[in-house]
């Protein structure tokens, strides 16, 4: 079957994007529409001590301008947090309350103090700059290592020392155990830089309040709509969810940015319903930098031992992480169950022990961007293994040889069981295509021409399809992360699924419908995917944490199965045979070892007709099926980067990057691929270039693309790619998930490459030219003693 | 965008009456630069003055071992253009860097220079070169012309006609682009002219494009690589910022003024 | 406000349009041409691109006021009628977008520079291709198929230029 599973199908969804008719939020316009604008404090800490919006009100074209306290009158909750965290002194975490709009104090520089609605976007931009807010100054807590000082400033009253929580897992006692009897311990202090998502569609939204039917709907950017309406409704108190539709159509990419639901979209809903008008908002790419969670953000210490062999006998971080001024949606759990449960990373590791302070500061909210947690920990585990094998004189590749888990299923020292693996098979095949072998000569060649040639690893594993409900519910998130999935077989025989993950990219449209022709026979065009509407789809838990392969496609095989029992039940029902005889291919059921046969649309026809259905059947071929997983899904790759470095500027070449993964089964090869070179992309961009800088008083200093270095084609090189393949033997397509393993894994390969290459491991991310210029310098002989 | 009337005059002298005429008019030449800025609310003319429907103001013309490129050129005409490619192929190679192809095919000369952006690629050709700043009311040497950054020599209702640029024996421009930005973090351009040779930097001064004394008395001496050695370019008055150190961009200076020697041959 | 009379994919439009408006404002919200889209405010993402008189430029940094006369192409006019413009296919074909978001800023850009080259007769190599995409940011595709896609398209602009001869 050309279209079914593991073939590279081109992407169904693809027509509309290139010929311009993709219907994003933005370009939707509703008759009646007006335009939002929000005033947002220039200040990262400040007292609001009056507003004035009467020359604003006056200006021309302007419908209302409101404000916080309007919206905490009309009954309109705080923003919430999915994911409670208890400290390791048994304290559940504190965190300071986040209203849509600032009733009393602004918390960073874009804080949303007031919403202007107008006739136009520019005149609700205009009059948003001439509503004057008084504000009194306050000291600002900007970085996290500044936040857990002695008399920092506080963020929030009820947050004493900015401690969101200190938590730990693993076993200290047991690492300091294997510290005393450790032959070589190698320390080390890591920064994972802050980042910001950009996804290439900046956030927007358009309120449709209907007063005749007390009804809302809301058009959004977002990776997972139904979790939006449910919060939106059950926390944020806007309607109740029958009153309430949300749909996310077209979506631009959000790698994280869009799972959360923002002030903006909630006070445009109320706006609607205070000014009787459909109100838009979008963003533009500067107050997308100033207000999309931003990513990562974490200092850490950590010191590792070994024995005189090289085996790991265990592992200590205690890390630093900046969740910014509120709270966000997903931010509690991303350094703590998404980056302390991945510290083992493909390793046998019997002893570790983490520690993760979460600390607020006067910046933007930090939350999950692509990986989420887990670049975080392989950083950290795959920069220690390179510098312990360059201290012990190692091979870095045997090093980690010498430490790889082999046996699965395997129980790490931290929660997670891993699936399956073959770890040594991923980094033998990585080691083949990246030429390892013939690198020696390329450095000699790249030296001839004045350049410094070096060649880094990371070999690594994440945890994703997220997630088995009742064991994220015993670690404290709010609700459990389950998928659906209803597979509708048409009187015609042609079928739509719908699912409750959500398409901003990943090619669902294409791979979902694979999965129907695959079991059916069927031409890939006569299978639709339906998404992103809560009036259309049952519930779902939306796309992210590498979920809609491994949790998503399982809920629609698991409907497939239910749809696949009840056509072979008609059909051997019309053909007069056993079910057990009959097979379905080609897009006919036939009778095995017969001429007998039904077309897949005459079982179609046949269900609906319902002339003749087995005795007590119900007509009809819909089936749906709610998947929760029974552990998460363990993808792991090995991960090559080879760089050249120009001494004389500091800037480095991407010259080679191959990265050989383990997806576990591949539906459409071409899209996985795709996935990691968008990843891979990412982690470069962390590694070289992306860093969101804010000065000592808050102020955003990478506002813009003129200061935040995003990876362009020149700053990139092609890729070379392979899959190894160990199905998960936890679902039943055997996917581990694709989405976010480059991300993960590229910035430690890429900076170990540089290190190696400049022969100076001092080297922080991003490793900008005036990073690795300056690390050059510090190996130079002082001229002094020449 | 705040709003603003926009003229699209037909001579010169309309334009130059429009210019005095707003209270606060610019000119308008590709508007890659002003656009963005108005934007962002970050200018707010009240006269938008078109220049490129004027007779004449766009073009390249050879004569005499001067080029004289019109005001309203823009970057990509310059660096397809068969006589700056034969004479100063420099000054194509450095129109054919500016911003990206996009922003060539509407970015102009005229407007690159009026505004004197302190990282813009243009400034440093008309200062290196030694070349002439031709406005509708007089001739200003390109020595004269740049006052430090965004600072120019022009009158409010001056307008830009034409660069002239004499031909040098030798030139290139070496640029360092910023990562994020794209435009010049430093960019050297090199010349040896009939009046000696001259060295223009921009993107690494605090105040916007200059000549280097230093590196223009070595490459004197010895038009070589290795006379830039010999010259310590100091830290003082570069720009320091997240993206390089004042120390950063003085070791620039002197890697892109040896790249673009070596480039001149 | 300025009357403006302008071609766009083909056909003559004529509107008063704000002294403020741009090109892309103009399309996106006049002519409710969506496909043309802003990621950006400093003129750098290039999702914006759309060839005004046979040139790629940024839709957002040009003033519809001033494009009296003009020829404007935007994504919705390159394919002659149901058949798409080679550049289109091969994005399709190569797996050049994702989101989707960046596309129409791209295949104009791809458009535009196959063009450029072949009327210069210059190669466009990979590097060549990957320089040329200077000012179009894509976040999805990390540019590995873009990339293809444009140097797929650019052999079949070639084969169909060869054959209009």
């Given at each position: 079957m050309s279209d079914g599973i593991g073939a590279r199908v081109p992407r169904k969804e693809d027509k509309r994007f290139i010929t311009g008719k993709g219907k994003y939020t933005d370009d939707i316009r509703m008759e009646n529409q007006a335009y939002a604008a929000f005033v947002r404090s220039p200040h990262a800490a400040a007292k609001v001590t009056g507003i004035d919006a009467l020359a604003a009100e006056a200006m021309e074209g302007v419908i209302a301008v409101h404000t916080g306290p309007q919206m905490k009158d009309d009954g309109i909750g705080d923003l919430i947090t999915g994911w409670s965290i208890t400290s390791k002194d048994g304290s559940p975490m504190q965190c300071g309350a986040w209203s849509p709009m600032v009733t009393e104090n602004a918390r960073y520089v874009g804080d949303a103090v007031a919403i202007v609605v107008a006739e136009t976007q520019e005149q609700a931009r205009r009059a948003a700059e001439a509503v004057e807010v008084s504000y009194e100054e306050l000291p600002a807590t900007v970085y996290v290592d500044q936040a857990v000082k002695d008399g920092a400033p506080q963020v929030h009253g009820n947050v004493p020392g900015n401690m969101i929580y200190d938590w730990e897992i693993g076993d200290k006692a047991k690492a300091d155990a294997g510290f005393a009897a450790a032959a070589h311990i190698t320390e080390m202090e890591i920064v994972n830089n802050r980042l910001s998502p950009n996804a290439m569609e900046p956030r927007s939204a358009v309120a449709v309040f209907d007063e005749a039917e007390d009804h809302y709907t809301l058009y959004t950017t977002s990776q997972n709509p139904h979790v939006a309406r449910l919060v939106l409704s059950a926390f944020y108190?806007?309607?109740?969810?029958?009153?309430?539709?949300?749909?996310?159509?077209?979506?631009?990419?959000?790698?994280?940015?869009?799972?959360?639901?923002?002030?903006?979209?909630?006070?445009?809903?109320?706006?609607?319903?205070?000014?009787?008008?459909?109100?838009?908002?979008?963003?533009?790419?500067?107050?997308?930098?100033?207000?999309?969670?931003?990513?990562?953000?974490?200092?850490?210490?950590?010191?590792?031992?070994?024995?005189?062999?090289?085996?790991?006998?265990?592992?200590?971080?205690?890390?630093?992480?900046?969740?910014?001024?509120y709270v966000s949606l997903f931010a509690t759990v991303t350094p703590t169950y998404l980056h302390g449960t991945l510290l083992s990373g493909c390793y046998a590791m019997p002893a570790i022990y983490g520690n993760v302070k979460a600390v607020h500061t006067n910046t933007a909210p930090v939350d999950a961007y692509r990986g989420a947690g887990r670049p975080e920990a392989t950083y950290s585990v795959e920069r220690m293994m390179e510098t312990a094998a360059r201290e012990m004189g190692m091979d870095p590749a045997e090093l980690r040889r010498k430490n790889f888990i082999t046996e699965f299923p395997y129980q790490t020292e931290v929660i997670l069981q891993y699936d399956s693996g073959d770890y040594h098979k991923t980094l033998d095949m990585a080691q083949e295509a990246a030429d390892v072998a013939g690198f020696a000569a390329r450095k000699a060649e790249a030296a001839s021409r004045g350049k410094l040639r070096g060649i880094g690893y990371s070999t690594f594993v994440e945890a994703c399809g997220i997630a088995p409900s009742a064991a994220v519910g015993s670690l404290g998130a709010a609700v459990g992360l389950w998928e659906s999935a209803e597979v509708r077989v048409n009187p015609v025989g042609t079928i739509e699924i719908l699912t409750g993950c959500h398409s901003h990219g990943q090619g669902h449209e294409t791979t979902f419908a694979q999965l129907a022709a695959d079991r059916f026979g069927i031409p890939i065009e006569n299978v639709a995917i339906v998404h992103g509407d809560t009036d259309k789809v049952q519930f779902g838990m939306g796309t992210y944490g590498s979920r809609s392969g491994p949790v998503g496609m399982s809920a629609i095989v698991k409907a497939l199965d239910k749809v696949e029992a009840k056509a072979k039940k008609i059909a051997a029902h019309t053909l007069e045979a056993s079910e057990d005889d009959l097979v379905i291919e080609g897009g006919e059921v036939k009778v095995a070892g017969t001429d007998k046969s039904m077309a897949w649309h005459e079982v179609g026809l046949a269900a609906y007709i319902a002339h003749n259905l087995p005795e007590g059947m119900e007509p009809g071929l819909k089936e749906a099926s709610f998947y929760d997983p029974a552990n998460f899904s363990f993808p792991a790759g090995a991960l090559i980067c080879e760089v050249e470095v120009d001494p004389d500027t500091g800037v480095t070449e991407i010259v080679q990057f191959t990265a050989v993964d383990d997806f576990g089964t591949v539906i459409n090869p071409m899209i996985v691929e795709g996935q990691v070179h968008g990843g891979v992309a990412q982690g470069i961009g962390q590694a070289l270039l992306e860093q969101v800088v804010y000065d000592e008083d808050g102020q955003l200093i990478t506002g813009s693309y003129m200061d935040y270095t995003m990876p362009r084609a020149g700053d990139l090189p092609s890729f070379t790619l392979d899959h190894g393949c160990t199905p998960s033997p936890l679902n039943p397509l055997g996917v581990k998930g694709c989405g976010e393993a480059g991300a993960i894994g590229a910035p430690p390969a890429v900076i170990n490459a540089i290190t190696d290459a400049i022969g100076n491991n001092d080297l922080q991310m991003p490793a900008t030219p005036l990073a690795v210029w300056t690390a050059l310098q510090a190996t130079k002989t002082p001229m002094a003693a020449e | 965008m705040y709003p603003t009337n926009y003229h699209k005059p037909s001579s010169v002298a309309d334009a130059a009456s429009l210019l005095s005429g707003g209270e606060a008019a610019k000119v308008l030449a590709g508007g890659q630069t002003l656009l963005p800025t108005m934007k962002q609310h970050l200018a707010a003319p009240s006269d938008l003055v078109d220049v490129r429907g004027i007779d004449g103001m766009e073009?390249?013309?050879?004569?005499?071992?001067?080029?004289?490129?019109?005001?309203?050129?823009?970057?990509?005409?310059?660096?397809?253009?068969?006589?700056?490619?034969?004479?100063?192929?420099?000054?194509?190679?450095?129109?054919?860097?500016?911003?990206?192809?996009?922003?060539?095919?509407?970015?102009?000369?005229?407007?690159?220079?009026?505004?004197?952006?302190?990282?813009?690629?243009?400034?440093?050709?008309?200062?290196?070169?030694?070349?002439?700043?031709?406005?509708?009311?007089?001739?200003?040497?390109?020595?004269?012309?740049?006052?430090?950054?965004?600072?120019?020599?022009?009158?409010?209702?001056?307008?830009?006609?034409?660069?002239?640029?004499?031909?040098?024996?030798?030139?290139?421009?070496?640029?360092?682009?910023?990562?994020?930005?794209?435009?010049?973090?430093?960019?050297?351009?090199?010349?040896?002219?009939?009046?000696?040779?001259?060295?223009?930097?921009?993107?690494?001064?605090?105040?916007?494009?200059?000549?280097?004394?230093?590196?223009?008395?070595?490459?004197?001496?010895?038009?070589?690589?290795?006379?830039?050695?010999?010259?310590?370019?100091?830290?003082?008055?570069?720009?320091?910022?997240?993206?390089?150190?004042?120390?950063?961009?003085?070791?620039?200076?002197?890697?892109?003024?040896?790249?673009?020697?070596?480039?001149?041959? | 406000m300025t009357k403006v009379t302008m071609t766009v994919n083909g056909k003559s439009v004529s509107h008063d349009v704000a002294d403020t408006a741009l090109l892309s404002d103009y399309l996106r919200e006049t002519l409710r041409l969506t496909g043309t889209h802003v990621g950006c405010d400093t003129s750098q993402c290039g999702a914006c691109v759309v060839h005004v008189d046979g040139r790629a430029v940024k839709s957002c940094t040009v003033l519809a006021a001033s494009l009296d006369g003009a020829d404007v192409t935007s994504i919705e006019g390159i394919a002659a009628g149901k058949d798409l413009h080679p550049m289109q296919t091969a994005f399709n074909q190569h797996h050049g977008l994702q989101c989707g978001f960046c596309t129409p800023g791209m295949i104009m850009t791809g458009i535009d520079m196959v063009n450029r080259y072949q009327a210069e007769g210059r190669a466009l190599t990979e590097d060549a291709i990957r320089h040329e995409l200077e000012g179009n940011i894509c976040r999805c595709t990390g540019y590995h198929n873009i990339v293809k896609a444009i140097d797929d398209a650019a052999g079949q602009m070639s084969g169909m230029a060869k054959a209009a001869e």
């Open positions: 108190n806007v309607a109740p969810e029958h009153k309430l539709r949300v749909i996310a159509p077209d979506v631009g990419g959000g790698f994280g940015s869009k799972i959360y639901i923002y002030p903006e979209e909630i006070t445009c809903l109320w706006a609607s319903m205070k000014t009787g008008r459909s109100v838009k908002w979008t963003s533009d790419r500067s107050e997308a930098f100033m207000t999309d969670a931003h990513g990562r953000d974490h200092v850490t210490k950590m010191r590792m031992g070994f024995d005189a062999e090289g085996k790991i006998l265990a592992f200590e971080t205690d890390t630093l992480a900046n969740l910014g001024a | 073009g390249v013309t050879a004569s005499n071992g001067t080029i004289t490129i019109g005001a309203a050129t823009r970057h990509a005409d310059v660096e397809s253009n068969a006589d700056v490619k034969s004479h100063i192929p420099a000054l194509a190679a450095l129109a054919g860097g500016i911003g990206d192809p996009a922003v060539r095919s509407m970015g102009t000369i005229g407007g690159s220079i009026a505004n004197n952006d302190p990282a813009a690629d243009y400034p440093s050709a008309v200062l290196g070169l030694g070349g002439t700043v031709v406005t509708n009311k007089r001739e200003i040497a390109a020595d004269e012309f740049f006052q430090g950054m965004f600072g120019t020599a022009l009158d409010e209702d001056e307008i830009i006609t034409a660069v002239r640029f004499p031909v040098p024996s030798k030139a290139a421009y070496a640029k360092f682009p910023n990562p994020a930005s794209r435009y010049a973090m430093v960019g050297v351009f090199v010349a040896q002219t009939d009046s000696g040779v001259r060295v223009a930097i921009t993107g690494a001064g605090d105040d916007g494009v200059f000549r280097h004394e230093g590196l223009e008395q070595a490459l004197s001496g010895s038009f070589s690589a290795d006379a830039v050695d010999g010259v310590a370019v100091g830290e003082d008055g570069m720009l320091s910022d997240i993206h390089g150190t004042a120390a950063y961009r003085a070791n620039l200076v002197s890697v892109m003024a040896k790249r673009a020697v070596d480039a001149a041959g | -």
